[in-house]
């Protein structure tokens, strides 16, 4: 069934979604996004998914043509005119049309959409045996240069990671920093777990500010398990007792070898079980209702 898009405040059909070829955010990769799940009715995280997208466009002097509370209802909205209960939801706004060249104050009015689509699930076996995963050579972009922290359309650092690790036939790609530390994955955060207690890399090593790393953290806590923001090198990763990743579309799932190293016994270990069992119970009873 076609889906209807919301396209600049209003609801229109799939084949009627379109934007220019003069958009910067297809130009240029000029623009921001989220991922955002709905679970059971219910929008998981709402408040801090619009958080991040306004705080990304502040960063790059965007400015989104809608008000927070607006663009929330948008969202909601778009689901509504879908009929969806349980979805992946993607926002993005871009600079808008402007010349041929990059210059941003030649965009008068940004773009913005929202999508909600059923969500495609990660494979079972993900989840019940654990990932496979190898460090690549490219390196998570500088602070300095892009941050990661902002969710921008220029995902090419990842991509490029990600196909590094579609030759290597793994399905996520490890990054590090360009110091040699530990960043993130292609699109999850990473844990260890070394003697009962956790450890995910700071915002400050150069990864974007996950919110399931942030549920993570707070499921851990409630469960009075030690966690630790360092920064690590990959001999905290070969030397884990268990290692996992986390992010909206692949939830928490666990690692069980690094670079052919297995973690520990080769599998999912037992904190990572005990969490993703807890993360499946809390997006089915929190979050924004939709209807
Ligand atoms: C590079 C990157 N890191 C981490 C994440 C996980 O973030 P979140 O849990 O907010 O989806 C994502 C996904 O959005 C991502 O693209």
Redesign the pocket.
Known sequence: MALKILLNGKLVGEKDAKISVFDHGLLYGDGVF??IRAYSGKVFKLK??ID?LYDSARYIMLKIPVSKRKMSEDILKTLRANSLKDAYIRVVVTRGVGDLGLDPIKCPQATYFVIADRIALYPREFYEKGLKICTVSTRRNLPEALN?RV?SLN?LN?ILAKIEGNIRGVPEALMLNNSGFVA??????VFIVKNGEIRTPPASVG?????????VIELAKKFRIKVRREIFTRYCLFTADECFL?????EIVPVIEVDNRKIADGRPGSITKKLMLEFRKVVKRSGTSIY
């Not at 986390?246 to 692949?250: D, K, L, P, V």
């Open positions: 989220e991922g801090e998914h991040r990661p969710k995902y990842n993130e994955c292609t699109g999850d955060n990864v974007l500010e996950g919110i399931t790393q942030a549920t986390s992010g909206t579309a692949a």
